[in-house]
């Protein structure tokens, strides 16, 4: 398979993806990363590709090492990260460290965005429109109904229009504290399977997840990208995005049982507190540097 010639493989079953996923070991003791991916369900080579273009960047990112094809699969070799997980270290961190944490992971994300989308990427705002179209389908046709969803849908009736002449970037496609890991005091940013191009401030669509684990990351996240000089717009776009997402989450959820719609229910009213029911574009999460 690999030119490396691993001796072992143990399976690593964590995330949402169909991956196969193993931490790989070579005769000398080396441990790598292994991605197993059906190649008819994706374009792994495209995956690898771009993850190179990434970590070109000299940041603080997943390496990837080789690629290869192997009877009906690709696979994807990166180098192991030895480290844990973000979301398990940052929350038990002094408050300062959570932030300067966040800060990082904003100042990294901005790096991400410096990828220009292609010259034939669709126009964002039809595109984003038809995803806000599908998720308010998907949720009508839901058994689960969410009492105050009416707040998520008027918001983005009204503010639909903003979509519009938006720029496009290569997106990380997943970007929160889930995907991170710490390492020497570092964060490193992971899982690229889910890449895309759109809209750069589409990506922060999955900062609740971070706001959840710790409201100063999100917020240094937020200060980090834009060196503290946060546009009034991007709150309104976010808010849009996020109600988009909310929309589609509780649908998603249904096949994976009750837990999982507990958990997106319990996220949606935990949005719409932070929103004042959308009424305020800028979550209650967020702190300014100046307030820290």
């Not at 169909?18 to 790989?24: G, R, T």
């Not at 290869?68 to 002094?94: C, Q, T």
Request: net charge neutral.
């Amino acid at each position: 398979m690999s030119q490396l010639k691993f001796i072992s493989k143990e399976p690593i079953n964590k995330g949402w993806s169909h991956d196969k996923k193993y931490c790989a070991i070579t005769a000398d003791g080396t441990k790598y990363f292994l991605r197993v991916i059906p190649e008819k369900n994706s374009n792994p080579k495209d995956m690898f590709d771009i993850q190179q273009k990434v970590a070109s960047l000299d940041i603080s990112v997943s390496k990837p090492v080789e690629f290869g094809i192997y009877k009906d699969n690709a696979y994807i070799v990166e180098k192991w990260i030895n480290g844990r997980d973000a979301s398990e270290v940052i929350p038990a961190l002094p408050d300062s460290q959570q932030y300067t944490y966040g800060l990082w992971a904003g100042r990294i994300l901005k790096k991400i965005h410096s990828i220009p989308a292609p010259g034939t990427q669709p126009e964002w705002e039809s595109r984003f429109n038809a995803k806000i179209n599908r998720n308010i389908n998907m949720y009508k046709e839901c058994p689960i109904q969410f009492e105050r969803i009416k707040y998520f849908i008027d918001y983005i009736k009204t503010n639909r229009s903003l979509l519009a002449n938006r720029p496009q970037t290569f997106q990380h496609g997943d970007y929160h504290i889930g995907n991170m890991m710490i390492e020497d005091n570092k964060i490193i940013i992971i899982d690229f399977n889910r890449y895309d191009f759109g809209d750069p401030w589409e990506e922060f669509n999955r900062i609740v997840w971070c706001a959840q684990i710790s409201p100063l990351f999100a917020s240094g996240m937020v200060n980090g990208y834009f060196d503290n000089k946060v546009p009034d717009l991007f709150w309104k776009l976010l808010a849009l995005y996020i109600s988009s997402n909310t929309l589609g989450s509780i649908p998603w959820a249904v096949p994976f049982g009750k837990d999982e719609i507990n958990t997106m229910l319990h996220q949606a009213e935990q949005v719409l507190d932070w929103y004042d029911n959308m009424k305020n574009p800028v979550p209650k999460w967020y702190f300014t540097e100046d307030s820290l």
